[in-house]
Protein backbone atom coordinates (compact mmCIF):
# COMPACT_ATOMS: atom_id res chain seq x y z
CA UNK A 1 0.00 0.00 0.00
CA UNK A 2 1.01 3.79 -0.35
CA UNK A 3 2.82 5.07 2.55
CA UNK A 4 1.00 7.14 4.33
CA UNK A 5 3.14 8.27 6.95
CA UNK A 6 6.40 10.47 7.26
CA UNK A 7 9.04 10.29 4.33
CA UNK A 8 10.25 6.74 4.12
CA UNK A 9 13.95 8.01 4.50
CA UNK A 10 13.38 11.14 7.11
CA UNK A 11 16.80 11.44 9.36
CA UNK A 12 17.32 10.29 12.57
CA UNK A 13 19.02 12.77 14.66
CA UNK A 14 20.89 12.23 17.91
CA UNK A 15 18.54 13.29 21.40
CA UNK A 16 19.87 15.15 24.03
CA UNK A 17 17.73 15.77 27.02
CA UNK A 18 18.62 17.54 30.09
CA UNK A 19 18.63 15.59 33.05
CA UNK A 20 17.92 17.12 36.75
CA UNK A 21 19.57 15.83 40.15
CA UNK A 22 16.94 14.20 41.84
CA UNK A 23 16.23 16.48 44.74
CA UNK A 24 15.63 18.69 41.48
CA UNK A 25 13.50 16.49 40.49
CA UNK A 26 11.53 16.04 43.11
CA UNK A 27 11.18 19.83 43.36
CA UNK A 28 10.35 20.46 40.36
CA UNK A 29 7.60 17.74 39.95
CA UNK A 30 6.29 18.84 43.29
CA UNK A 31 5.66 22.18 42.31
CA UNK A 32 4.24 21.31 39.09
CA UNK A 33 2.10 19.30 40.96
CA UNK A 34 0.83 22.06 43.18
CA UNK A 35 0.80 24.14 39.88
CA UNK A 36 -1.96 21.57 38.80
CA UNK A 37 -3.91 20.99 41.80
CA UNK A 38 -4.84 25.05 41.49
CA UNK A 39 -6.92 24.28 38.03
CA UNK A 40 -10.85 24.30 38.57
CA UNK A 41 -13.04 24.08 36.01
CA UNK A 42 -14.70 27.77 36.40
CA UNK A 43 -18.03 28.75 34.42
CA UNK A 44 -18.30 32.48 35.95
CA UNK A 45 -15.62 33.99 32.91
CA UNK A 46 -14.66 37.67 32.71
CA UNK A 47 -14.70 39.49 29.47
CA UNK A 48 -11.40 41.22 30.38
CA UNK A 49 -8.91 40.57 27.71
CA UNK A 50 -6.03 38.28 27.09
CA UNK A 51 -3.19 38.75 24.83
CA UNK A 52 -3.11 36.98 21.68
CA UNK A 53 0.18 36.41 21.77
CA UNK A 54 -0.95 34.43 25.46
CA UNK A 55 -3.10 32.01 23.02
CA UNK A 56 -0.78 31.29 20.43
CA UNK A 57 1.74 30.06 22.74
CA UNK A 58 -0.77 27.67 24.72
CA UNK A 59 -2.13 26.17 21.11
CA UNK A 60 2.11 25.85 19.83
CA UNK A 61 2.17 23.69 23.27
CA UNK A 62 -0.75 21.56 22.41
CA UNK A 63 0.72 20.98 19.56
CA UNK A 64 3.89 19.58 21.07
CA UNK A 65 1.79 16.13 22.08
CA UNK A 66 2.54 12.98 20.67
CA UNK A 67 0.13 11.37 18.10
CA UNK A 68 -0.55 7.82 15.98
CA UNK A 69 2.12 7.94 13.26
CA UNK A 70 3.04 11.58 14.19
CA UNK A 71 -0.13 12.50 12.05
CA UNK A 72 -1.23 15.53 14.35
CA UNK A 73 -5.06 14.80 14.20
CA UNK A 74 -6.14 17.85 15.25
CA UNK A 75 -7.28 21.71 14.39
CA UNK A 76 -7.88 24.37 16.90
CA UNK A 77 -10.41 26.75 15.91
CA UNK A 78 -10.01 29.78 18.08
CA UNK A 79 -13.61 32.63 18.13
CA UNK A 80 -12.88 35.56 19.49
CA UNK A 81 -15.81 37.42 17.12
CA UNK A 82 -18.91 38.48 19.31
CA UNK A 83 -20.91 37.22 16.46
CA UNK A 84 -19.71 34.00 16.26
CA UNK A 85 -19.54 33.51 19.64
CA UNK A 86 -23.21 34.60 20.56
CA UNK A 87 -24.05 32.20 17.55
CA UNK A 88 -21.98 29.17 19.48
CA UNK A 89 -23.81 30.19 22.43
CA UNK A 90 -27.17 30.24 21.05
CA UNK A 91 -26.36 26.73 19.14
CA UNK A 92 -25.27 24.92 21.81
CA UNK A 93 -28.03 26.07 24.73
CA UNK A 94 -30.72 25.02 22.15
CA UNK A 95 -29.38 21.74 21.58
CA UNK A 96 -28.38 21.33 25.77
CA UNK A 97 -31.42 22.07 26.91
CA UNK A 98 -33.26 19.21 24.51
CA UNK A 99 -29.84 17.40 26.99
CA UNK A 100 -31.26 18.46 29.98
CA UNK A 101 -35.20 18.00 29.52
CA UNK A 102 -35.21 14.99 27.32
CA UNK A 103 -31.43 12.77 26.40
CA UNK A 104 -29.42 13.11 29.38
CA UNK A 105 -32.07 11.26 31.79
CA UNK A 106 -33.12 11.77 34.86
CA UNK A 107 -29.59 10.12 37.00
CA UNK A 108 -27.19 12.42 35.25
CA UNK A 109 -29.07 15.57 35.46
CA UNK A 110 -29.34 14.65 39.09
CA UNK A 111 -25.82 14.37 39.46
CA UNK A 112 -25.28 18.10 38.07
CA UNK A 113 -27.53 19.30 40.17
CA UNK A 114 -25.08 19.78 42.98
CA UNK A 115 -22.44 21.41 40.48
CA UNK A 116 -25.26 23.90 39.56
CA UNK A 117 -24.97 23.53 36.39
CA UNK A 118 -27.38 23.82 33.62
CA UNK A 119 -28.03 24.61 29.62
CA UNK A 120 -27.19 28.31 30.13
CA UNK A 121 -23.82 29.25 29.15
CA UNK A 122 -23.00 32.43 29.49
CA UNK A 123 -19.27 32.12 29.42
CA UNK A 124 -19.70 31.66 25.62
CA UNK A 125 -20.71 35.23 25.36
CA UNK A 126 -18.14 36.30 28.32
CA UNK A 127 -14.95 34.86 27.63
CA UNK A 128 -12.59 36.70 25.69
CA UNK A 129 -12.08 33.13 23.66
CA UNK A 130 -13.02 30.38 22.70
CA UNK A 131 -11.05 27.53 21.54
CA UNK A 132 -12.65 24.37 19.84
CA UNK A 133 -11.02 21.58 19.37
CA UNK A 134 -11.45 18.92 16.44
CA UNK A 135 -10.38 15.72 15.93
CA UNK A 136 -9.23 15.03 11.83
CA UNK A 137 -10.93 11.54 11.62
CA UNK A 138 -8.70 11.18 8.38
CA UNK A 139 -6.57 13.56 6.54
CA UNK A 140 -5.38 13.73 3.11
CA UNK A 141 -3.13 12.96 0.31
CA UNK A 142 -1.25 15.34 -1.84
CA UNK A 143 -3.06 13.44 -4.43
CA UNK A 144 -5.97 13.49 -2.75
CA UNK A 145 -6.67 10.16 -1.23
CA UNK A 146 -7.39 9.95 2.46
CA UNK A 147 -4.23 9.43 4.86
CA UNK A 148 -5.24 7.35 8.04
CA UNK A 149 -5.11 9.20 10.98
CA UNK A 150 -4.37 6.65 13.82
CA UNK A 151 -5.33 6.43 16.94
CA UNK A 152 -7.26 10.18 16.07
CA UNK A 153 -9.33 10.37 18.83
CA UNK A 154 -6.85 9.69 21.59
CA UNK A 155 -4.09 11.92 20.08
CA UNK A 156 -6.17 14.74 20.30
CA UNK A 157 -6.95 13.75 24.05
CA UNK A 158 -3.71 14.12 24.81
CA UNK A 159 -3.42 17.07 23.28
CA UNK A 160 -6.48 18.76 24.83
CA UNK A 161 -4.70 17.93 28.79
CA UNK A 162 -1.72 19.44 27.48
CA UNK A 163 -3.73 22.42 26.59
CA UNK A 164 -5.23 22.03 29.95
CA UNK A 165 -1.96 22.48 31.89
CA UNK A 166 -0.82 24.94 29.42
CA UNK A 167 -3.69 27.50 30.45
CA UNK A 168 -3.27 27.06 34.20
CA UNK A 169 0.42 27.65 34.15
CA UNK A 170 -0.75 30.88 32.19
CA UNK A 171 -3.02 31.56 34.79
CA UNK A 172 -5.81 31.30 32.44
CA UNK A 173 -9.04 29.28 33.34
CA UNK A 174 -11.76 27.49 31.34
CA UNK A 175 -14.16 24.83 31.77
CA UNK A 176 -14.27 21.62 29.94
CA UNK A 177 -17.26 21.44 27.39
CA UNK A 178 -18.44 18.96 25.52
CA UNK A 179 -21.52 19.80 23.41
CA UNK A 180 -23.55 17.28 22.98
CA UNK A 181 -25.14 16.88 19.82
CA UNK A 182 -23.96 20.33 18.73
CA UNK A 183 -20.84 19.34 16.75
CA UNK A 184 -22.37 18.93 12.89
CA UNK A 185 -23.97 22.85 13.36
CA UNK A 186 -20.38 23.99 14.86
CA UNK A 187 -18.75 22.04 12.30
CA UNK A 188 -20.85 23.80 8.96
CA UNK A 189 -21.03 27.24 11.66
CA UNK A 190 -17.38 27.31 11.21
CA UNK A 191 -16.33 26.20 8.31
CA UNK A 192 -13.99 23.09 8.92
CA UNK A 193 -13.94 20.15 6.47
CA UNK A 194 -15.91 17.13 6.66
CA UNK A 195 -12.85 15.34 8.02
CA UNK A 196 -12.60 17.24 11.69
CA UNK A 197 -15.52 16.31 14.14
CA UNK A 198 -15.64 18.18 17.48
CA UNK A 199 -13.87 16.88 20.59
CA UNK A 200 -14.30 19.77 22.99
CA UNK A 201 -15.18 23.68 23.52
CA UNK A 202 -12.89 25.54 25.81
CA UNK A 203 -14.00 28.97 26.86
CA UNK A 204 -10.51 31.12 27.73
CA UNK A 205 -10.55 33.69 30.21
CA UNK A 206 -9.91 35.24 33.57
CA UNK A 207 -12.25 34.18 36.55
CA UNK A 208 -14.94 36.95 37.46
CA UNK A 209 -14.07 38.94 40.77
CA UNK A 210 -16.82 36.96 42.34
CA UNK A 211 -16.45 33.75 40.67
CA UNK A 212 -17.63 30.43 42.37
CA UNK A 213 -16.83 26.98 42.30
CA UNK A 214 -18.02 23.81 44.09
CA UNK A 215 -16.28 22.78 47.29
CA UNK A 216 -14.66 19.66 45.65
CA UNK A 217 -11.98 17.55 47.10
CA UNK A 218 -9.48 15.34 44.69
CA UNK A 219 -8.83 11.64 45.46
CA UNK A 220 -5.89 10.83 47.12
CA UNK A 221 -2.94 9.26 45.39
CA UNK A 222 -3.71 5.98 46.70
CA UNK A 223 -6.82 5.93 45.63
CA UNK A 224 -5.73 6.86 41.53
CA UNK A 225 -2.35 4.97 41.67
CA UNK A 226 -1.34 1.06 42.01
CA UNK A 227 2.18 0.41 42.66
CA UNK A 228 2.80 -3.18 41.26
Known sequence: ???????EDIAHVP???????????IKRSK??????NKRRSVRFLSDEPVPREVIDNVIRT????????????WTFVVVQDPYLKHKIREIVE??????YKKRMGDRWVNDLKRLRTNWIKEYLDTAPYLILIFKQVYGRLPNGKKKTHYYNEISVSIACGI???ALQNAG?????????????????LLQRPANEKLLLLLPVGYPKKDATVPALTRKPLEDIMVMM
Do not use: K
Request: proline share 8%; hydrophobic share 35%.
Open 1 to 7: EEWQGLD
Open 15 to 25: FFAERYPEDEM
Open 31 to 36: MFYELL
Open 62 to 73: AGTSPSGAHTEP
Open 94 to 99: EEEEIN
Open 163 to 165: LLA
Open 172 to 188: LYTVTSTPLNCGPQLRV
